[in-house]
């Protein structure tokens, strides 16, 4: 035991002196969540749409034209700007361009005829839309489905209230003909595997998938201490001392345990305390702290054995970081941490499963999205620990033949 607290000694003597490595695993995450959660907001908030603003001019005078802009803003999507109805086409298209309005609508004069059929006009369209050419399709069929849409029911309503009287003599309330405003589409979302779905907000997506990114990351300290230690013959001397394989490997797992758990806490605390300052949704963290707890152990473990396996296989320390950072990269990219498993294809969904990131963010979201526990999150972690021991069984059998040498 007393060997062991020396070597603990050592291993944060040695951290303290590699503080600019360390540093970058708080300071990288946070960067990261911060970035990524304001950028994705409205990408993942499907309750705060993006508001897009349409010069508009109106020169219908009938009330239909008022009720047509009145039930496209309450898709809170579009927001109408009116400008003078005698403004010719040429002076609208100017300010189109100099005020970056990406659409115009122009209400035709016979709109409330159109919607009314009877009057001069009921058969010409009656709106005419000015878009500009940076606008992506899909965001133009956005906007003109959602006229025609609004358009229709004006029509519909308009049909009724001339039927009025029939309506009424067949004893029918028109109230139950008129235009249903609430859609009739219930939206689910389906994940692979048949899984009961939810999906997460830009904080819930971008707070666990960072932090589990930087804790694999934790490759660049260890090799960085641990190649040192090898080149300058610690090791030797170490075994000169009689001190097993099996204490150097514990002396290096808890201090990075340690910097793991200070890692989770602050990357939390950010998620609930500072994003919601910058203009995000703060985080929710679930009820199961048990569950956060073992999840978050799990993946300190598994990232920590990976990072000792690299550090014992590579020659240099700038060998072994950068193997580590390639392998961050593409199991980060593969596991749904920069792009959401929920908007890949199937095929990629599957390739998702092979990343161990892909079961701690999974993880993660199980307590923080699905509000589950401790039986929730157990399978994920067996698995990160089971790829542990692996790991920790092949630097223990490599550290061995080289102090043998």
Known sequence: MIKLLYILKKEFLLILRDVHAVTILFVMPAVFILIMTLAM???????????IDILTVNHDAGKRSAALLKAMEEHNTFRFHLIDKDTVTESVKEQMLSRD?????IIKKNFSAFVNKKGKGKDENPLELLVNPTVPVQTQLVLKSALDGELSKLRW???IGRIEKLLAFAGIDKKDLKADKLSPIDVQYVYKGGQSFKMPSAVQQSVPAWLVFSMFFIVVPISNTFISERDQGTFMRLKSMNVSSSYLILGKMIPYLLINAVQVIIMIAIGVYVVPLCGGTALTIGDSLAGLILIA????FSAISVAL???????TAEQATTIGAVMNIIFGALGGLMVPKFVMPEFMQNLANLSPMSWGLEGFLDIFLRNGGVSDVLPKSLSLIALGLVMLGMTLILLRRHREV
């Open 297 to 300: 152990s799990a993946v300190s």
């Open 41 to 51: 907001k409205d990408l993942f908030d499907l309750h705060s749409t993006v508001v």
């Open 101 to 105: 309005y990406k659409f115009t609508l």
């Open 309 to 315: 396996l690299i550090a014992s296989i590579a020659r």
């Open 157 to 159: 309503d308009a049909f």
